[in-house]
């Protein structure tokens, strides 16, 4: 049974940086795609940025370069390090994993941005 668990998330102070991770277990198959999502209360859940098998990144626009996505193939884990954080950028951010036809969501990890 796949397993997407995060972790890293917490407190940063604005302009601070964070790095979270994501792992995908039981996974026979490669992944096709691996990504980060946010959600605050309110709201829908929205791409932070996500990567390719293959290397290819999208990124939210909200972003705008502050935020890097890294993967490990062989583990099946990818990295999100984000700089320069705003107390906008607070909120619960989701892994997602995409394998062969299925979708994997991890339960989430707190990131709260303030003074």
């Known amino acids: 049974q796949v397993q997407v668990v995060e972790s890293g998330g917490g407190l940063a102070r604005p302009g601070g940086s964070l790095t979270l991770s994501c792992a995908a277990s039981?996974?026979?198959?490669?992944?096709?795609?691996m990504g980060w999502y946010r959600q605050t209360p309110g709201k829908q859940r929205e791409l932070v940025a996500s990567?390719?098998?293959?290397?290819?990144?999208n990124y939210g626009d909200f972003v705008k370069g502050r935020f890097t996505i890294s993967k490990d193939n062989a583990e099946n884990t990818v990295n999100l390090q984000m700089n320069s954080l705003e107390p906008e950028d607070t909120a619960v951010y989701y892994c997602?994993?995409?394998?062969?036809?299925?979708?994997?969501w991890g339960e989430g990890t707190q990131v709260t941005v303030s003074s």
């Open positions: 997602k994993a995409d394998i062969l036809m299925s979708t994997y």
């Open positions: 990567i390719s098998y293959g290397g290819s990144a």
């Open positions: 039981g996974v026979v198959f490669r992944f096709n795609q």
